[in-house]
């Protein structure tokens, strides 16, 4: 059994991380709300974003774009996001894992045929422990997010797929549902299913208004084909925009419950460890008042 002293110094460490663990749940907390306010701020443009294609993609059009084309996968490029600090639960770990599964289903391509895009220090220190060079680095981004840095990377993706360096093109992330709930997502970015993004774009629009009507009475020039083909690249953009946002937020959720737990942990110990110390004093003294008693009878 542990000494007084021993219990007593392992109380004031516990406590001192329960204080640590406490202050970093407060700064993830607020980094989180910053990171909501930037998603909900960004709702509106996507909106209207979505309308507009609910609207131009009702009917069979035959679109001509170079990010449609389907194609043998020779060379596929694969962007993951993950954070750049650690405690933040299973976050990075499940974003590895989902990599790992990713690799295996195009083990029959050699290695310079797979393409990493690591957003973050912790998949990028990853990818070159598994061997693969990273293409570039993004760890200021995966931080704070900005457009501008999310255009470049989007706009390096959709030239390298345009040229048929890449025959496709997938995203990793964690999409943000709410403080508890993170979804580790991997999606198609290249080349587009203008149907099944068709499709998803009226499920959404369904689910938050049943009762709103669009208006289809558009005039469109020179043709709606050719703004939609001018439209997609806007659109993809768009979506690693908000992958990075939809990244970024579910860290700092993460980081929030792993934080709020480990206080709890600590709450938790440390009232084990006060009612150990109170007996080892109760029985410390029942110890010496015994010796007490024993010797004034002798």
């Known amino acids: 059994m542990a000494s007084l002293k021993e219990v007593k110094n392992r109380i004031s460490s516990v406590k001192s991380t329960r204080q640590i663990t406490?202050?970093?749940?407060?700064?993830?907390?607020?980094?989180?709300?910053?990171?909501?306010?930037?998603?909900?701020?960004?709702?509106?443009?996507?909106?209207?974003?979505?309308?507009?294609l609910i609207n131009f993609m009702g009917n069979d059009l035959s679109i001509q774009s170079p990010?449609?084309?389907?194609?043998?996968?020779?060379?596929?490029?694969?962007?993951?996001?993950?954070?750049?600090?650690?405690?933040?639960?299973?976050?990075?770990?499940?974003?590895?894992?989902?990599?790992?599964?990713?690799?295996?289903?195009?083990?029959?391509?050699?290695?310079?045929?797979?393409?990493?895009y690591p957003v973050g220090k912790k998949i990028e220190e990853t990818v070159k422990k598994m061997g693969y060079e990273p293409q570039g680095s993004y760890q200021a981004m995966a931080d704070k997010p900005s457009y501008a840095e999310a255009y470049q990377l989007a706009d390096r993706l959709m030239s390298d797929f345009a040229d048929k360096r890449v025959d496709r093109v997938e995203v990793i992330y964690h999409h943000f549902k709410s403080v508890g709930t993170q979804v580790l997502t991997k999606d198609e970015f290249l080349p587009i299913d203008l149907k099944k993004m068709a499709e998803e774009v009226r499920q959404s629009m369904a689910e938050k208004d049943k009762n709103t009507v669009y208006n289809q009475d558009y005039i469109v020039e020179p043709s709606t084909e050719e703004l939609i083909a001018a439209l997609l690249p806007k659109v993809l953009c768009q979506k690693i925009f908000t992958v990075l946002q939809d990244s970024n937020a579910s860290e700092h959720a993460a980081r929030t419950i792993a934080m709020q737990t480990a206080t709890d942990n600590a709450n938790e110990l440390i009232q084990d460890l006060t009612k150990q110390y109170n007996k080892g004093r109760q029985q410390a003294i029942t110890n010496e008042l015994l010796d007490i008693i024993g010797g004034s009878m002798k």
């Open 22 to 52: 406490s202050a970093m749940k407060m700064v993830a907390s607020a980094k989180l709300h910053k990171a909501q306010d930037r998603v909900l701020g960004m709702y509106p443009y996507q909106q209207k974003l979505n309308e507009i």
């Open 67 to 116: 990010y449609t084309e389907v194609r043998p996968v020779t060379k596929v490029a694969i962007v993951v996001f993950s954070s750049n600090s650690s405690l933040c639960g299973a976050f990075n770990l499940n974003v590895v894992k989902m990599l790992e599964r990713t690799l295996e289903e195009y083990k029959s391509l050699k290695k310079e045929d797979v393409l990493i």
